[in-house]
Structure formats: C-alpha cells, structure tokens
C-alpha cells in the first residue's frame, strides 16, 4: 500500500505538467561527466573521440526517477571544430512518463589569442515523450479496505507519445586555468503536452570554474595534483537551481563536494569520487546526493555513475589548451 501511494504521489508530481504546471529537463549532478548535455559547446573539446556513459537514478528505494546518457564526440580539423551526437531516455514514476532525445550537435572552435579560446555550439534535437496510461494510479480507484479495485473516471488522451524538434545553443570561453559558459536550451519552446498545451520552457546554464594548481608539475600534465572551484546555475521556468563544488585531482583519483540548492530551499549535498589510472583511457565517477530537503533522504538520495573512453588520435594542426574542468 505505501508504495502504491508514493507512485501516486510521484505521478501527480508527473501529471501536474500536463495542465497546469511547466515541465523540467531531468538532471545530472555529475556536470562535467556528461559535458554535451551541460553544453552543447564542448563537442570536441578533448580533440580526440571521446565516449561518456551516465546513469542516475533517483529515490532508488522506489525506482521513481531514472535517466540514461550516452555521447560521442570528437574534432574534426576540415570543420574547425567538433560534432557530437548525445541520446538520453528518462524514465519518471516507474516508467508512466518517459523522454526519449537524440541530439546531433557541432561546437565552432576559434582561438582568439595564443591564450584565450571561444567555443560555439548548435545542437538540434528530436524528442518523444511517451505517456504509460495503464501504469498509472488515480486517487479515485481507492477503496479504504482493499486498495487499487476500483476503476478511475480519469478520461486519457487521444495520444500516447508525442514528437517534436528542438534547438539549442550554448558558449564557452576558456585559458588555460579559467573558463566561463552559458547555453540556451529549447530555444523553440516545443509543445510537449498531451492533453492542453505545455511548452517546454527554456532552460539557462550558466557554469564557471577555475584552477589552482598545487605543487611544481604544469599544469598541462594530466596527473598534476589541482582544486577546482566551480559553480553550475540553472533557471528553467519558475524553478531554478544553484550547485557549487570544490573538485581535485590528485594523481589517479579526482572527487569534490557541492551544494545544491534553489533560490529559497537547500536540495541536497552532493559527494563525489573518480578514478583515473595514469596513462589509462578510461575514467569512472560515481556520485551520491544527500537530499536535506523536506523530503530529508528517507527515499534513499540519488546515486550516479558515469564512464569516459578517451581514444587515441592523430596529433592535429592546430593547438588548443585543454579546458581544466572538473572530471565529473
């Protein structure tokens, strides 16, 4: 019975959109794990391709939230610049609403002076939304002895997924131990509903960090010891969310602590850890958010993970300084 009433209570959090309220892009605390979806404007940034899988699920205990990531990018020296392709599926109240979106995405690389760099990214995406009528539970089929036996006079809509396209764009300005970025998303506004209209609001990331290098090495060396102080802002809405960390990199191993919070509720402390052989290809993250919210963590947080391959390339044309972000 109780975890019949949470999914009630999650898919009126789902449904509420449909008619009344502005739906929310699913998020990753793990930023700078999954760049594309932070900003559309890091495509190739690493110059070589690069895979990044990521995984969230929220309120575990229940299996309420869970969303999937997986890009590709890599530079191309005859586009000056690079191309990227990211698809992401999220399932929220147990898979009643589902979000399905493919992105083709290419970031314009110019290099101002010999120690700043621009970066502009385009990216169009086609979207599903897909609505599980069957799934779902209604306040109406309660019956206070026996629970779910009644039938709902809830009517559905005439349609179960609906498709559309969407555009967004987003900037990066970055030396060698600073960077600054904004991106725009849904810069068309899409209609989503299934019922009334509901356009997807534009979101707004602005994200900024910079580096502090500790002991002798240069920085360039990929095993340097460093902190990163960052900080992620987003407004989607009427919502909008603050997160800043403290990252490092010590050798093989990288993590940082944030805090996450909108302008008048604290959401959550999040805890991070990533792991990186020297000469490896390869990096794994995972992440754990403390919800110190109302909701306190009695849902059991969220947890997320996240895996990086870095191939192997060609040495190219033209030289760009790494952006030091954090790992995750």
Same mark, same amino acid.
């Given at each position: 019975?109780?975890?019949?009433?949470?999914?009630?209570?999650?898919?009126?959090?789902?449904?509420?959109?449909?008619?009344?309220?502005?739906?929310?892009?699913?998020?990753?605390?793990?930023?700078?794990?999954?760049?594309?979806?932070?900003?559309?404007?890091?495509?190739? &940034?690493?110059?070589?391709?690069?895979?990044?899988?990521?995984?969230?699920?929220?309120?575990?205990?229940?299996?309420?939230?869970?969303?999937?990531? +997986?890009?590709?990018?890599?530079?191309?020296?005859?586009?000056?610049?690079?191309?990227?392709?990211?698809?992401?599926?999220?399932?929220?109240?147990?898979?009643?609403?589902?979000?399905?979106?493919?992105?083709?995405?290419?970031?314009?690389?110019?290099?101002?002076?010999?120690?700043?760099?621009?970066?502009?990214?385009?990216? +169009?995406?086609?979207?599903?939304?897909?609505?599980?009528?069957?799934?779902?539970?209604?306040?109406?089929?309660?019956?206070?002895?026996?629970?779910?036996?009644?039938?709902?006079?809830?009517?559905?809509?005439?349609?179960?997924?609906?498709?559309?396209?969407?555009?967004?764009?987003?900037?990066?300005?970055?030396?060698?131990?600073?960077?600054?970025?904004? +991106?725009?998303?849904?810069?068309?506004?899409?209609?989503?509903?299934?019922?009334?209209?509901?356009?997807?609001?534009?979101?707004?990331?602005?994200?900024?960090?910079?580096?502090?290098?500790?002991?002798?090495?240069?920085?360039?060396?990929?095993?340097?010891?460093?902190?990163?102080?960052?900080?992620?802002?987003?407004?989607?809405?009427?919502?909008?969310?603050?997160?800043?960390?403290?990252?490092?990199?010590?050798?093989?191993?990288?993590?940082?602590?944030?805090?996450?919070?909108?302008?008048?509720?604290?959401?959550?402390?999040?805890?991070?850890?990533?792991?990186?052989?020297?000469?490896?290809?390869?990096?794994?993250?995972?992440?754990?958010?403390?919800?110190?919210?109302?909701?306190?963590?009695?849902?059991?947080?969220?947890?997320?993970?996240?895996?990086?391959?870095?191939?192997?390339?060609? &040495?190219?044309?033209?030289?760009?300084?790494?952006?030091?972000?954090?790992?995750?």
């Amino acid at each position: 019975m109780g975890r019949k009433l949470l999914t009630i209570l999650a898919i009126s959090l789902i449904l509420v959109p449909l008619t009344d309220l502005k739906s929310q892009d699913a998020h990753f605390s793990q930023y700078y794990a999954n760049p594309l979806y932070l900003n559309p404007a890091f495509a190739g &940034v690493d110059r070589c391709p690069k895979v990044n899988l990521n995984y969230r699920n929220q309120y575990p205990i229940y299996g309420v939230y869970q969303t999937y990531s +997986a890009s590709y990018d890599q530079y191309f020296d005859g586009l000056n610049g690079g191309i990227g392709i990211l698809a992401l599926r999220d399932n929220a109240g147990n898979g009643s609403l589902t979000t399905t979106e493919i992105s083709g995405i290419y970031s314009y690389h110019l290099k101002v002076s010999r120690k700043f760099s621009l970066l502009a990214g385009f990216q +169009a995406t086609l979207r599903q939304n897909g609505l599980n009528w069957d799934n779902l539970n209604f306040p109406d089929e309660i019956e206070p002895f026996f629970g779910f036996v009644r039938t709902t006079a809830e009517v559905p809509p005439g349609q179960n997924t609906v498709t559309n396209f969407d555009v967004s764009t987003g900037f990066i300005g970055y030396t060698e131990r600073f960077y600054i970025g904004i +991106a725009l998303n849904h810069l068309t506004q899409p209609d989503i509903a299934f019922f009334t209209q509901d356009q997807l609001p534009m979101k707004i990331t602005a994200h900024t960090g910079f580096t502090i290098p500790l002991g002798r090495k240069r920085l360039h060396n990929s095993m340097q010891n460093y902190l990163l102080p960052n900080i992620v802002y987003q407004s989607q809405g009427p919502n909008n969310q603050i997160t800043t960390s403290m990252a490092f990199n010590r050798g093989a191993l990288s993590g940082g602590l944030g805090f996450r919070s909108s302008t008048n509720n604290p959401d959550a402390i999040v805890l991070l850890l990533g792991y990186s052989p020297e000469e490896a290809a390869w990096r794994i993250g995972y992440s754990y958010d403390i919800t110190v919210n109302s909701l306190s963590n009695s849902f059991g947080g969220a947890h997320e993970v996240s895996l990086s391959y870095l191939f192997k390339c060609r &040495v190219r044309k033209k030289q760009y300084n790494a952006i030091k972000c954090p790992k995750f």
